[in-house]
């Protein structure tokens, strides 16, 4: 096992050095620039590994600053071939710098396939192509990655400050595949699970675990390479890897017993590309499935610079994530720990007027739905919010002990 590890090399003074005062400076200015590398390390991605069944395997993790608490997880599941670092490609940074959050980008192992060649880094997601000139191909087969992905939520959980109760999981094309086999066959790790331009592997077409979890996917209606019926297209060969999108929303909303109660269109549909987003409560109105229809959409991650600023896969993925838990407007933690807070008016245009315990109060902060903050200034009871887009927002409320109120209002 290869640990990261941060080496200070003593200088042997082999001189006598009379100017103490000098020495004294010196060394005040190494202690000064070691602490600044130190915070710098600290906000930046960290590569390490250890071995799993005989294999090694890597992963690395970000998160904004050192000593943050009770961190939110996502776990974020790379393509066919592509490795780790695609996370980079992504948002996930941005929110993570902003929300409280642990992002893990965990490596696939490569695969070949005899007499065809390596396809790269590859999940074992359950996915058999049949029916090939090639005959039936299971993809990476050996190895156990659901168990390797299990054995890293436990590692981090040994080496982060993480809230357990709120550890999800995200993947793109293959990772969107392997996404849905971790929410077949090990619900019990994660609080939520969002799957893109991939679904479920054939054989996993029925869950065998009793645990119900929350769904997202996300899939264009013109993906070439795993098409909106579950086909994979690769190099001029066509195989059915797993069931339709349509198949798998329906298996989602039975499993969770949910009925779809609302649509709404995200972007706009003068662009090249936008979402009609739709919603499945259950009968105490929670969201637990979620259909992202991307309407032209190919096989692509979608940010902000590829959609003129419309849509981001990320931000939305988040939000998803962020509605799931002991409270959906909390960003942090359990309101259970906060203060009453009551604003009113809300829905609100110009001003709103903050009721709330104590007298200790220090600053506010407002906040999107993503957790990327608005405004921050000194704690008044009434604040103005013309400035405002439409929208939902939070507001948390901090003393000098940290957050001790929260509450969400609408902007109209």
Excluded at 174 to 203: D, I, V
Excluded at 313 to 335: M, R, Y
Excluded at 377 to 384: A, E, G, L, P
Aim: positive net charge; charged residues 15%; contains cysteine.
């Amino acid at each position: 096992m290869r640990f990261l590890s941060q080496n200070i090399v003593f200088l042997e003074n082999n001189s006598i050095i009379s100017n103490q005062i000098f020495l004294m400076k010196r060394i005040s200015i190494l202690t000064a620039l070691l602490f600044c590398s130190v915070l710098s390390q600290a906000q930046q991605w960290v590569s390490t590994q250890f071995t799993f069944e005989t294999k090694v395997r890597q992963y690395k993790t970000y998160h904004q600053s050192a000593g943050q608490q009770n961190m939110k997880v996502v776990l974020m599941l790379h393509g066919l071939g592509g490795t780790m670092n695609d996370v980079d490609l992504t948002n996930w940074k941005a929110i993570a710098d902003t929300a409280n959050l642990l992002l893990v980008s965990p490596q696939a192992l490569d695969y070949s396939i005899p007499l065809a060649g390596s396809l790269g880094p590859t999940w074992n997601s359950g996915i058999v192509l049949t029916n090939t000139p090639l005959g039936d191909i299971t993809l990476n087969p050996t190895v156990n990655d659901v168990g390797f992905l299990n054995a890293l939520i436990d590692t981090i959980q040994q080496h982060y400050a993480i809230d357990a109760s709120r550890i999800f999981v995200t993947g793109f094309s293959n990772g969107g595949f392997m996404t849905q086999r971790l929410a077949c066959e090990s619900p019990q790790k994660f609080r939520a699970a969002a799957s893109h331009s991939g679904t479920k592997a054939l054989p996993l077409a029925t869950c065998s675990n009793a645990k119900t979890l929350p769904i997202a996917h996300f899939h264009g209606t013109t993906d070439a390479t795993v098409s909106w019926n579950g086909a994979f297209t690769s190099g001029g060969l066509t195989a059915q890897a797993g069931i339709s999108v349509d198949s798998l929303v329906r298996y989602w909303q039975l499993r969770n017993n949910t009925l779809m109660v609302d649509s709404a269109t995200i972007g706009s549909s003068a662009n090249a590309q936008y979402i009609t987003h739709y919603t499945y409560k259950t009968a105490a109105g929670s969201d637990k499935v979620e259909l992202f229809k991307i309407h032209n959409g190919t096989h692509t991650w979608y940010n902000y610079n590829t959609t003129n600023n419309s849509f981001d896969l990320a931000n939305e993925t988040w939000k998803f994530f962020n509605k799931q838990g002991a409270s959906p407007v909390s960003l942090n933690e359990g309101l259970t720990a906060y203060r009453n807070i009551k604003l009113f008016p809300n829905p609100a245009t110009e001003n709103i007027h903050i009721e709330v315990e104590g007298k200790d109060h220090t600053r506010y902060m407002i906040t999107d739905l993503t957790g990327r903050i608005i405004k921050e200034q000194t704690f008044r009871r009434d604040i103005s919010i013309s400035a405002l887009p439409k929208g939902v927002f939070i507001l948390k409320i901090f003393d000098k002990n940290g957050l001790n109120a929260v509450s969400k209002f609408v902007k109209q």
